[in-house]
Structures are given as structure tokens and as C-alpha cells.
């Protein structure tokens, strides 16, 4: 009995030392936390677009815009009114929300995949849009036959060039080493977490469900597809925005086009590899992928030597750029194929198996 | 005589923007109708379908400066060999795992695709762009200047006369006109092979319900395969026109597809007549908001605001058709 409760208890321990007493007494290796700051970072995003596509059944390919509209709402909030990290942090995500809902209002109404267009068209538009916001301006005046005439520029978005953020304080200290923006992102993605786990528990995570699993079967039994779509596609773009404070906080600076749908796809690749409509899924993805390009960035030197040799119309440079994308590509094809599912999927039947083991003596 | 001005611009130069528009749009009718062609056959969106196009322009250029630069059609004719190929591939190697998987599953392949084709492109053919040399006219054509070898486009701009009624000539780039061309009758080749070859009747019958096709005698894979052929080889055409006048461009030839995904949804999912329209009002409205505005506006914004008000107001499009469910 008491064996039992041991095993349950003893991953949990076991976690606490590992992500946090370690990183806390400043044991671990600062490269090793700023790579899972990173992951933590992008896994938040994730997760809101696992509400999305993994309990609802609906693609997002705006997922990069909207970490983009959290990250310029609080570097704006910070930089204009001095507003903490902590209140803009959750206003961003509550900015990033409401974008979403507005790219999500016309598209939730029909079914199919219109919601990855109306998604194509924000990873667009908000660019546009935040890069020079006087073009917005005019056109507003325009649409309101001159009633209306912001005074919207680009000194306040910095334009093509982007923004200095300041970082974080807390109770008098500036947050500015990677072992406090590891913690810092580690609550965050806790709280996440827990958000994600119980919203799938609620009346409105089983309402979702049942509309990923079949539409029509969820009108039927009195759930309304919209609203519900609507509310997880508002959760979505939240998760974004609050990922996107914190990765303008911390990196210190934000450029505009580092927001981009190869980074949407990314995220979306992420979610599938690790398991969409498992809780865990995204952190398995994205540990996946970033790992996979930590490991690239550090046999690239080693690649520009072999490539070019295998290949001799291989350009040095070009052996850089291209493989990110091309194993991101392989790694995402190969698992569509032999396992859809991903990889919360995998473990789970792998854990399944060792539990109706037989036990041997 | 008064100056005709409308919206502060004199009327030949949006005469010439509205006639320039439609010339673009029709190499965005071609993007849409290769897109359209799949959804057709396979109720897939091809979201890799612009690095169809790239690659396809990429051969082209391979193949010709292999060539020597001295024979365009049998360039062309190996190009089109090579993507003929690559559609098959496409269909065995990727999307025939996945048939009968659902909707999100497809996608996320054809996302994967843009991946590993982005990919594989960088890696052989790097990143900068390829000035394509088809439209000029024969070897040993020299800059006049410098006397290096020509590698833009040596046509001489289309002007017709219209001074005297919008106070001003309207200027037209010939390799517009060209691409006009060339892209209005490779539509009006496919539309009519689909209306009146068998082969049409039987990729809506795939799409329709591949198991049931199967069961009465269609070959589901082979067609498929050719769906995915033709698509190939209508992207390529696309990129290869495209390319035509400003070489080939890794970063933009990408984007132009995903400029046509409005004019699909604007014509209509399954309408090959909607996607031309489609393609063509998305061109001219690029051109036009160009003029009027900048080109980020032309080519960031446009073409996407067009697309959310075709969900807000008409999410079927023009022509397409209003979904029916049977439970």
C-alpha cells in the first residue's frame, strides 16, 4: 500500500528537485536553464493552441501573430505607462484574446478549415498593421468618411525596427539573469498547466471535446458549436499573448519580423509531433524540436564541412538555413504517417504496456 | 480639356493599374486553379503549392543554364517531365499514407511539405534569387551600356495611345502582357480538359468517397496521382511566368501562392470558373491598392482584408456551393 502511494508521489519529488531546488541553488549550467526557459516560453503557446486544435478539432495558423499582439501590448503597457510586468504580463494575454476573437468571429460560423484562413490572413494583417499603424489610421479615417481620424504612428510600435523592453521587477529587483527569467517562465508555465488541465475538466472542456469528435452529435445534445469554438479560440490566442510578454521581457527586445507563419507552422508542428489533446503534448513537442535544434546549431559547423563535400553544388551558407526547416519537415511527415497521434500518445501505450506486464519471478 | 481625376489620381494611370491588375490576377488564376484542382480531387489545400511553383521555376532555370541558355522549349518540356514526377511522388510518398485520415490531418501534411520543400530548395539552390534569362531573345543579346549579357527582360513597354480622352498614355509592361497570355490560355486548356475529358468526372467522384470510387472500377491512385501531376505542372507554369520577368525569388514566390488562397475562397472552393474570376479580382485589387497606397498595403493587406470579408459575408464564395449535409 504505502508503496503505492510512493510511486505516486515520487515523480512529483522527484520533478521539484530536479526543475526547481536544482536551478534555484544555481546548480544547473545557465545554458542548459535558458534552453528550458525557451521551451517553456514557446510550450505556453502551445498549449493554447492544444485547446484549439487538440480538445476543439480547429487550425490556427495565426498562432505567431498573436504571441506577436501580447508581446507589443506589454512591451507598449511598459514602455508608455511604466505598468508592471506583472499586470501587463495578463493584459497582453487578454489583448492577443480579443484580436483573436475578432479574426475568429467571422470563420467559427462555418465549419472546415476556415479558421486556418481566417488565421492565414491575421499572421498578415497584424503585422501590417503594427509595423506602420498610421497606414491603419488612414485607412480608418477613410472607412469612417473622415469622423474618425487616430493619430496612430510608428513611434509607438517602432516600426520595422522594433522595441527596447525593459525587464521585470520584483519586489525592488530587476529580473535580467536567465536563471530568474528559468523561474519566472517555470511559474508560468505551471499555472498554465493546471489552467489547461482543469478547463478540459470542466462542462466547457467536455463541450469542446464533443465538437472536435463530431459537430453535429454536440449541436444535437444542446451544446452551441460557436460560442464554444469561440471560447477556445479566445483561450488560444490568450495562451499566445502571455507567452508573447514573456518572451519580449526577457529577450529585451522585439522585432517585427520575428513573428512569422513559419513560426505558426512551427507551433502547430510542435502540438501534433507531442500529442495534440494530450495535457502534455506540447511540452513534449516543443522538448523535442528545440532539442533538435540545439543539436543542429551545434553539428551545423561539422555539416558545412561534409555537406558541400557530398554535395559540391552545396553552398557553405545555405547548410545553415536549410536544415532547421528540412528536419522539422521529415521529423513532422514521419510522424503523421506512423504516429499521429504524437508523442503523449506513445508513452502513454509504451506505460500502458509495462503496467500489463508479467511479472516475473 | 479638364484633367479626369478620381480618388487624386488622373484616370489613365488607374486605367493602367485596372489593366495591369488583370494581368496579374491571371497568374493568380493559375496559383488558384492548381490549388482548386486538388481540393477537387482530394478535398485537400495544398498549402505547399508555392513551393511547387518555386521548384518548378528552379528546374526551369537549372535545366536552361544547362542547356546553355540556348533552348527554352526543350527546358520547358524537361521541367514539365520533372513535375510531372514530383506530383506522383507528392501522392505515393506523402498523401497516400494519410487517405482517410481527417481534414487536420492533411493539412498538417501539406504544411509539412512547405517545410521540407523550403528545406531541400535553400540547401541546393541557396537563398538569393536566380534572374531567369527566358525572355530574352537569343544568345549574345547585350546590354548596350555595358555590354555584359542581358538578364533582365529587353521588352519594350506596351503604350497605347489614350491622351486624348484620360489625359494621359497608359504604359503597360510587356511581360505582362506575355504572362496574360500564356497564363489565359493554360486556363482555358485545363478548364476545357476537365469539363470535357472523363478525367474531371472522375477526380469529383474520388473526392466525393475514395473507398466507394474504389469499389466501382476508378483507379483512386492513379488519379490522384495525375491530380497532384497536374497541379504540379500548373504550379510550375505559374512560378516559371511569374519568374519570367524578375527572376526567380525563394522568398517571393512563396508568398504570391498564399496571395491566391483569397481568390480560391473568393471564387468558391470547387469552382474552377471562381478561381479564375477569383485570381483576377485579387490582382486588381493588389494593383490598385498599390497605386493608391503602397505595396506592403497592395501585397500584405489587401488580399487578406478580401478574405475576411468572404468569410464575413459570403463563406461559400461566388460560385461555390453552399455545403448540404445529410446525417
Known amino acids: 500500500m504505502s508503496a503505492q502511494r510512493l510511486s505516486e508521489w515520487w515523480p512529483l519529488a522527484l520533478a521539484f528537485v530536479g526543475f526547481v531546488l536544482l536551478?534555484?541553488?544555481?546548480?544547473?549550467?545557465?545554458?542548459?536553464?535558458?534552453?528550458?526557459?525557451?521551451?517553456?516560453?514557446?510550450?505556453?503557446?502551445?498549449?493554447?493552441?492544444?485547446?484549439?486544435?487538440?480538445?476543439?478539432?480547429?487550425?490556427?495558423?495565426?498562432?505567431?501573430?498573436?504571441?506577436?499582439?501580447?508581446?507589443?501590448?506589454?512591451?507598449?503597457l511598459a514602455r508608455e505607462t511604466g505598468l508592471s510586468f506583472w499586470l501587463s504580463m495578463p493584459l497582453a494575454g487578454l489583448a492577443a484574446g480579443l484580436v483573436g476573437l475578432l479574426f475568429g468571429l467571422p470563420s467559427l460560423r462555418v465549419r472546415g478549415f476556415?479558421?486556418?484562413?481566417?488565421?492565414?490572413?491575421?499572421?498578415?494583417?497584424?503585422?501590417?498593421?503594427?509595423?506602420a499603424p498610421e497606414k491603419l489610421a488612414t485607412l480608418v479615417g477613410w472607412l469612417t468618411l473622415g469622423l474618425v481620424h487616430p493619430t496612430w504612428d510608428s513611434t509607438l510600435t517602432g516600426g520595422a525596427t522594433g522595441l527596447q523592453v525593459p525587464a521585470p521587477v520584483l519586489f525592488g529587483s530587476t529580473l535580467d539573469s536567465t536563471r530568474a527569467e528559468y523561474l519566472t517562465v517555470l511559474a508560468v508555465v505551471v499555472v498554465a498547466f493546471l489552467f489547461q488541465r482543469n478547463v478540459v475538466r470542466t462542462r466547457t472542456g467536455r463541450a469542446l471535446v464533443a465538437i472536435r469528435d463530431n459537430e453535429r452529435a454536440a449541436e444535437v445534445l444542446g451544446i452551441h458549436p460557436y460560442t464554444y469554438k469561440l471560447q477556445a479560440f479566445f483561450l488560444c490566442a490568450l495562451y499566445a499573448g502571455i507567452a508573447g510578454a514573456l518572451q519580449a521581457h526577457f529577450r529585451r527586445s522585439i522585432s517585427p519580423d520575428a513573428f512569422t507563419l513559419a513560426s505558426s507552422i512551427e507551433q502547430l508542428g510542435m502540438l501534433v509531433v507531442g500529442g495534440a489533446g494530450y495535457l502534455a503534448g506540447p511540452l513534449f513537442g516543443v522538448s523535442l524540436f528545440r532539442l533538435m535544434q540545439d543539436i543542429i546549431v551545434r553539428v551545423t559547423p561539422t555539416l558545412r564541412e561534409i555537406v558541400p563535400r557530398l554535395l559540391p553544388f552545396?553552398?557553405?551558407?545555405?547548410?545553415?538555413?536549410?536544415?532547421?526547416?528540412?528536419?522539422?519537415?521529415?521529423?513532422?511527415?514521419?510522424?503523421?504517417?506512423?504516429?499521429?497521434?504524437?508523442?503523449?500518445?506513445?508513452?502513454?501505450?509504451?506505460?500502458?504496456?509495462?503496467?500489463?506486464?508479467?511479472?516475473?519471478? | 480639356m479638364a484633367e479626369c481625376v478620381v480618388l487624386g489620381k488622373p484616370c489613365f494611370l488607374?486605367?493602367?493599374?485596372?489593366?495591369?491588375?488583370?494581368?496579374?490576377?491571371?497568374?493568380?488564376?493559375?496559383?488558384?486553379?492548381?490549388?482548386?484542382?486538388?481540393?477537387?480531387?482530394?478535398?485537400?489545400?495544398?498549402?505547399?503549392h508555392g513551393y511547387l511553383m518555386l521548384l518548378g521555376s528552379l528546374f526551369c532555370v537549372t535545366i536552361f543554364q544547362a542547356l546553355g541558355e540556348q533552348n527554352l522549349w526543350l527546358a520547358l518540356l524537361v521541367t514539365a517531365l520533372l513535375?510531372?514526377?514530383?506530383?506522383?511522388?507528392?501522392?505515393?510518398?506523402?498523401?497516400?499514407?494519410?487517405?482517410?485520415?481527417?481534414?487536420?490531418?492533411?493539412?498538417?501534411?501539406?504544411?509539412?511539405?512547405?517545410q521540407l520543400m523550403q528545406g531541400l530548395i535553400t540547401l541546393f539552390w541557396g537563398v538569393s534569387a536566380i534572374p531567369l534569362n527566358i525572355f530574352v531573345y537569343g544568345p549574345g543579346d547585350m546590354d548596350p551600356a555595358t555590354g555584359a549579357a542581358l538578364t533582365g527582360l529587353p521588352l519594350k513597354p506596351l503604350i497605347l495611345e489614350s491622351k486624348s480622352w484620360l489625359g494621359g498614355n497608359i504604359i503597360i509592361k510587356q511581360q505582362f502582357v506575355l504572362s496574360f497570355l500564356v497564363s489565359a490560355?493554360?486556363?482555358?486548356?485545363?478548364?476545357?480538359?476537365?469539363?470535357?475529358?472523363?478525367?474531371?468526372?472522375?477526380?469529383?467522384?474520388?473526392?466525393?468517397?475514395?473507398?466507394?470510387?474504389?469499389?466501382?472500377?476508378?483507379?483512386?491512385?492513379?488519379?490522384?496521382?495525375?491530380?497532384?501531376?497536374?497541379?504540379?505542372?500548373?504550379?510550375?507554369?505559374?512560378?516559371?511566368?511569374?519568374s519570367g520577368g524578375s527572376g526567380v525569388d525563394g522568398n517571393t514566390i512563396p508568398l504570391l501562392a498564399l496571395r491566391a488562397?483569397?481568390?480560391?475562397?473568393?471564387?468558391?472552393?470547387?469552382?474552377?470558373?471562381?478561381?479564375?474570376?477569383?485570381?483576377?479580382?485579387?490582382?486588381?485589387?493588389e494593383v490598385m491598392v498599390t497605386g493608391l497606397v503602397d505595396s506592403t498595403t497592395?501585397?500584405?493587406?489587401?488580399?487578406?482584408?478580401?478574405?475576411?470579408?468572404?468569410?464575413?459575408?459570403?463563406?461559400?464564395?461566388?460560385?461555390?456551393?453552399r455545403e448540404v449535409e445529410r446525417i
Not at chain 1, 514557446?42 to 499582439?69: D, E, K, P, R
Not at chain 1, 486556418?116 to 503594427?130: D, S
Not at chain 2, 493602367?16 to 489545400?45: E, R
Request: charged share 10%; aromatic share 10%.
Open chain 1, 23 to 76: 536551478p534555484a541553488l544555481d546548480l544547473l549550467p545557465t545554458e542548459l536553464l535558458r534552453l528550458l526557459a525557451s521551451i517553456g516560453t514557446t510550450a505556453i503557446s502551445v498549449m493554447g493552441l492544444n485547446l484549439l486544435l487538440g480538445y476543439t478539432g480547429q487550425v490556427s495558423l495565426g498562432q505567431a501573430a498573436f504571441v506577436m499582439v501580447g508581446a507589443y501590448t506589454s512591451a507598449i
Open chain 2, 261 to 285: 488562397f483569397p481568390a480560391v475562397l473568393l471564387g468558391g472552393l470547387e469552382s474552377i470558373p471562381g478561381a479564375i474570376l477569383g485570381g483576377i479580382i485579387i490582382g486588381v485589387v
Open chain 1, 114 to 131: 476556415y479558421l486556418a484562413m481566417a488565421t492565414l490572413a491575421a499572421q498578415f494583417i497584424i503585422p501590417w498593421v503594427i509595423k
Open chain 1, 314 to 361: 552545396v553552398a557553405q551558407t545555405d547548410v545553415d538555413t536549410s536544415f532547421r526547416p528540412l528536419i522539422f519537415g521529415l521529423t513532422l511527415m514521419l510522424f503523421l504517417i506512423y504516429q499521429p497521434l504524437g508523442m503523449a500518445h506513445g508513452v502513454r501505450q509504451l506505460a500502458a504496456r509495462w503496467r500489463a506486464r508479467v511479472p516475473s519471478r
Open chain 2, 14 to 48: 488607374l486605367a493602367q493599374w485596372l489593366m495591369t491588375g488583370v494581368m496579374v490576377g491571371s497568374i493568380y488564376s493559375l496559383v488558384a486553379l492548381g490549388l482548386v484542382l486538388i481540393v477537387k480531387a482530394s478535398g485537400i489545400f495544398n498549402f505547399a
Open chain 2, 298 to 321: 497592395g501585397q500584405e493587406f489587401a488580399p487578406f482584408l478580401v478574405l475576411i470579408l468572404v468569410l464575413l459575408i459570403r463563406p461559400q464564395g461566388l460560385f461555390g456551393q
Open chain 2, 83 to 114: 513535375m510531372v514526377a514530383v506530383g506522383f511522388l507528392i501522392e505515393r510518398a506523402v498523401m497516400r499514407p494519410l487517405l482517410g485520415q481527417p481534414l487536420l490531418t492533411t493539412i498538417m501534411m501539406t504544411l509539412a511539405l512547405t
Open chain 2, 185 to 242: 490560355g493554360l486556363v482555358l486548356l485545363f478548364t476545357l480538359f476537365f469539363r470535357y475529358s472523363r478525367t474531371g468526372l472522375v477526380m469529383r467522384a474520388v473526392a466525393e468517397n475514395p473507398r466507394l470510387a474504389q469499389a466501382v472500377g476508378l483507379r483512386v491512385y492513379f488519379t490522384l496521382g495525375l491530380a497532384w501531376a497536374i497541379a504540379a505542372l500548373l504550379g510550375a507554369a505559374a512560378g516559371i511566368v511569374q
